[in-house]
């Protein structure tokens, strides 16, 4: 389980007012559900059905529409892209190994720290933004690096 943070502006926030309160219910199920998948604000269109459906939502293709027109989603290929999306707080995520082998093959073995090559066995994945800030264990946070590298960045950016 991780968690997701909701800013304290959400209670007044004006789009989320004008989409009203099912729009809203739906928004923070879609939210804990892309973070849950790890999709970075993304949420596919049958998805977002499950969900609907699971919280008895009939009407969610209205709904929807809503979220979309007052701006908190935009519509993109195959499902909604949530705006304003925010990051998971707190314990670093870790990085399964699928995601690793993604970012090593974008990168090939080249330190982004340093650029200079780093072998194998030595490779790091690092995050950009430290997860103490925030930073998610996605593929645009992630970079390949020497553990050396890595150590000696710490927490800055
Ligand atoms: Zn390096």
């Given at each position: 389980m991780a968690w997701v943070r909701l800013d304290d502006k959400r209670a007044t926030n004006g789009k989320l007012r004008m989409a009203g309160f099912a729009a809203r219910g739906l928004d923070e199920a879609a939210i804990c559900w892309s973070a849950h998948e790890e999709d970075d604000g993304r949420i596919s269109a049958e998805d977002v059905q499950m969900l609907a459906v699971m919280h008895g939502c009939r009407q969610w293709r209205r709904i929807v529409r809503r979220l979309v027109d007052v701006g908190k989603w935009d519509e993109v290929n195959g499902g909604y892209q949530i705006n304003d999306f925010p990051p998971v707080r707190g314990d670093r995520e870790p990085i399964p190994a699928w995601l690793r082998q993604e970012v090593i093959?974008?990168?090939?073995?080249?330190?982004?720290?340093?650029?200079?090559?780093?072998?194998?066995?030595?490779?790091?994945?690092?995050?950009?933004?430290?997860?103490?800030?925030?930073?998610?264990s996605v593929k645009h946070n992630l970079q390949v690096s020497h553990s050396r590298c890595n150590m000696s960045k710490g927490n800055r950016v």
């Amino acid at each position: 389980m991780a968690w997701v943070r909701l800013d304290d502006k959400r209670a007044t926030n004006g789009k989320l007012r004008m989409a009203g309160f099912a729009a809203r219910g739906l928004d923070e199920a879609a939210i804990c559900w892309s973070a849950h998948e790890e999709d970075d604000g993304r949420i596919s269109a049958e998805d977002v059905q499950m969900l609907a459906v699971m919280h008895g939502c009939r009407q969610w293709r209205r709904i929807v529409r809503r979220l979309v027109d007052v701006g908190k989603w935009d519509e993109v290929n195959g499902g909604y892209q949530i705006n304003d999306f925010p990051p998971v707080r707190g314990d670093r995520e870790p990085i399964p190994a699928w995601l690793r082998q993604e970012v090593i093959d974008r990168a090939g073995h080249v330190c982004q720290l340093c650029g200079g090559e780093v072998e194998p066995a030595d490779v790091h994945i690092d995050h950009i933004l430290p997860c103490s800030l925030g930073g998610r264990s996605v593929k645009h946070n992630l970079q390949v690096s020497h553990s050396r590298c890595n150590m000696s960045k710490g927490n800055r950016v």
